[in-house]
């Protein structure tokens, strides 16, 4: 019979988006194993780079460290521009040609969410269909339905179900789904956010995520009301700055605040680039009944 999982509440945290609450959990783990040790620290340096401090990474993780530490710095140094593109892309491919790391959940991990910035969904997907974590399923949840393959999306959620049904991953994939597939299901999606946020703790992932649901369902107020105080844990949120955006314009209010501010946290955002493809479709429109001097 396997022992108490001692870092459920640290791994737990970090999927919620809790990441300062990750960071203290793991203050307090101590005498682990070598492996466990080594998982605890890539959850906090993981948060950290969540949170935007690229530094205690880079500072802390050396060339000596275990296969998923470095793995980890290479994504606080492609997140963080570190290290041009190219670099980085090639690191991962001569990955790809050692059995230490292709066998690490934590490094495919990495190599996924870095091919999934870089919008190769092929490779990214390659580096997810191992199966071998329920974060990397999730993470091919996302792609999936990123892609519109709600049935491949939907296999996932089934493999993480027969895994771990009441994992917190399980709950928010299943949640995905269900937006995705909208009519009832949103509704199921919204009180699996309900769930985890009451259980928990209402983080702005959390947040976001029952807004999202109650625009499906034409609730603005509401939805307001709930990135309203997700954007008050966190002002620089690029969904949370996003979601606000719709909401006002869907509400008849000013959405310049947000959109300003969007630009400038996430300026390659789909939102501020279909924004800017419109301004740029209306310039060129006006300029058509422009008449000359």
């Known amino acids: 019979m ?3 999982d ?7 945290n970090f999927y919620l988006g809790a990441y300062q609450a990750a960071i203290a959990e793991a203050a307090d783990l101590e005498r682990l194993s070598e492996s466990d040790a ?19 990474v880079l500072n802390e ?10 793995a980890v710095r290479l994504l606080a140094e492609y997140q963080g521009k570190k290290l041009d593109k190219d670099t980085v892309l090639s690191t991962i491919q001569d990955w790809a040609q050692e059995p230490s790391y292709r066998n690490n959940a934590t490094v495919l991990l990495v190599v996924g969410l870095i091919y999934a910035a870089e919008d190769n969904y092929v490779e990214a997907l390659r580096a997810c269909h191992t199966g071998i974590s329920l974060e990397l399923r999730a993470l091919a949840v996302q792609l999936y339905l990123k892609i519109d393959r709600i049935q491949q999306a939907d296999e996932q959620v089934k493999a993480m179900s027969a895994t771990d049904d009441d994992s917190t991953l399980t709950q928010l994939a299943t949640a995905w789904v269900n937006l995705y597939l909208g009519g009832a299901k949103v509704e199921e999606a919204f009180f699996i956010f309900q769930e985890l946020g009451d259980k928990y703790s209402w983080t702005s992932r959390l947040l976001n995520g029952s807004a999202v649901c109650n625009m ?17 844990k966190d002002a620089k949120n690029a ?18 605040r947000y959109n300003a501010q969007l630009k400038s946290v996430a300026p390659g955002h789909l939102l501020v680039q279909r924004l800017e493809s419109a301004e740029e479709a209306f310039r060129n429109a006006a300029s058509a009944f422009e008449v000359s001097a």
């Not at 993780?61 to 998923?68: D, F, G, K, L, P």
């Not at 499906?216 to 008050?232: C, S, V, Y």
């Not at 969904?239 to 310049?256: E, R």
């Open 216 to 232: 499906r369902m034409a609730r603005w107020e509401e939805a307001e009301q709930q990135l309203l105080e997700a954007f008050e």
């Open 2 to 4: 396997s022992g108490p």
């Open 239 to 256: 969904d949370t700055l996003a979601n606000l955006v719709t909401v006002c314009l869907h509400l008849g209010k000013a959405a310049a």
């Open 6 to 12: 001692i870092l459920f509440t640290l791994r737990n």
């Open 61 to 70: 993780v050396s060339q000596q460290s275990a296969s998923a530490l470095k």
């Open 38 to 56: 080594v998982e605890r620290d890539c959850f906090v340096y993981r948060s950290y780079i969540e949170l935007g401090s690229f530094e205690p």
